[in-house]
C-alpha cells in the first residue's frame, strides 16, 4: 500500500512536516513579541493567531489550487462546454460540407481509413 500510493503518502509527509513547522517558528514568534511587550505567551492567544493564519494560507493558496485542479477536472468530465473541445460539431460541419459537394463516398473513406474498430488506427500511407 505504501508503494501503491507513494505520491499521496510524499504529499501528506510534506503538508504534514510544513504544518509541525510553521506552528513551532510561530510559536516562536508570538513567544518572543510576548516578551518583547513584558507579558507571558499564552496558549489561547497563540492558537488564535495560528488557526487565523493557517486558514488565510489555506485560503490564498490550498483551496485555490484545490479548485482548480479538482473543480476543473470535474468540470472536463461532467463535459461542460466551456471546458470541453467539442470536435463532433466540427465533423457534423464537415460532413455536411461534403454532402453538398457530393464527396460522401470520399468522406466515409476517410472515415473508414481512421476509425478505431480494433487497437490502434492504420498508420498514415507514405507516398
Request: glycine fraction near 8%; charged fraction near 20%; aromatic fraction near 14%.
Amino acid at each position: 500500500m505504501l508503494r501503491k500510493y507513494a505520491y499521496g503518502w510524499l504529499t501528506l509527509g510534506f503538508f504534514l512536516g510544513s504544518l509541525v513547522l510553521h506552528w513551532l517558528f510561530g510559536w516562536y514568534a508570538f513567544a518572543d513579541e510576548a516578551r518583547q511587550h513584558g507579558q507571558l505567551p499564552d496558549a489561547a492567544g497563540y492558537l488564535n493567531e495560528m488557526l487565523r493564519d493557517t486558514f488565510e494560507n489555506w485560503q490564498s493558496e490550498f483551496l485555490q489550487l484545490l479548485w482548480q485542479v479538482v473543480g476543473l477536472a470535474y468540470f472536463l468530465y461532467v463535459g461542460s462546454p466551456s471546458s470541453k473541445e467539442n470536435d463532433d460539431r466540427v465533423e457534423l460541419k464537415i460532413d455536411a460540407l461534403l454532402r453538398q459537394a457530393g464527396l460522401d463516398q470520399e468522406g466515409r473513406e476517410i472515415d473508414d481509413s481512421h476509425c478505431r474498430h480494433s487497437g490502434h488506427t492504420k498508420p498514415h500511407p507514405h507516398p
